[in-house]
C-alpha cells in the first residue's frame, strides 16, 4: 500500500525514535520542532489538510469536527488547525512506536 502524502511528510521529519517515543507519549504540547507555532501548524494544516481530516474522519466518523469542538478549548481557526496537527503527529507517532 501506498504511503499517504502526511505519512512520508511525517517520516522525514522524524527519523529520531527517541523523539518519536517522547511525542507518542507525551504529545506536542512540551514542543515539537516544526509544530511549536501557529504558522508552522497552520502552514502544516493547508498543505496536508486532505490527509489530516480522513485520518480524523477514520478515528471519530464523520462528526469529527464536532468532536474536536467539544473537547478543546478552541477559540479560531489557528487554534483549531494547531491541535488537529498535533493530533495528527501524535496519532502518526502512537502508530509508529506502538503498532
Given at each position: 500500500?501506498?504511503?499517504?502524502?502526511?505519512?512520508?511528510?511525517?517520516?522525514?521529519?522524524?527519523?529520531?525514535?527517541?523523539?518519536?517515543?517522547?511525542?507518542?507519549?507525551?504529545?506536542?504540547?512540551?514542543?515539537?520542532?516544526?509544530?511549536?507555532?501557529?504558522?508552522?501548524?497552520?502552514?502544516f494544516?493547508?498543505?496536508?489538510?486532505?490527509?489530516?481530516?480522513?485520518?480524523?474522519?477514520?478515528?471519530?466518523?464523520?462528526?469529527?469536527?464536532?468532536?474536536?469542538?467539544n473537547?478543546?478549548?478552541?477559540?479560531?481557526?489557528?487554534?483549531?488547525?494547531?491541535?488537529?496537527?498535533?493530533?495528527?503527529?501524535s496519532?502518526?507517532?502512537?502508530?509508529?512506536?506502538?503498532s
Amino acid at each position: 500500500m501506498d504511503k499517504s502524502r502526511l505519512t512520508v511528510a511525517l517520516d522525514e521529519r522524524f527519523e529520531d525514535i527517541t523523539e518519536v517515543k517522547d511525542v507518542a507519549d507525551h504529545g506536542c504540547e512540551g514542543g515539537v520542532s516544526g509544530f511549536i507555532y501557529y504558522s508552522e501548524t497552520s502552514k502544516f494544516f493547508d498543505e496536508y489538510q486532505e490527509e489530516i481530516e480522513e485520518q480524523y474522519q477514520e478515528l471519530f466518523g464523520d462528526n469529527y469536527l464536532k468532536e474536536i469542538l467539544n473537547t478543546n478549548n478552541i477559540q479560531d481557526i489557528r487554534q483549531l488547525k494547531n491541535n488537529m496537527v498535533w493530533g495528527a503527529v501524535s496519532m502518526y507517532c502512537t502508530d509508529r512506536v506502538y503498532s
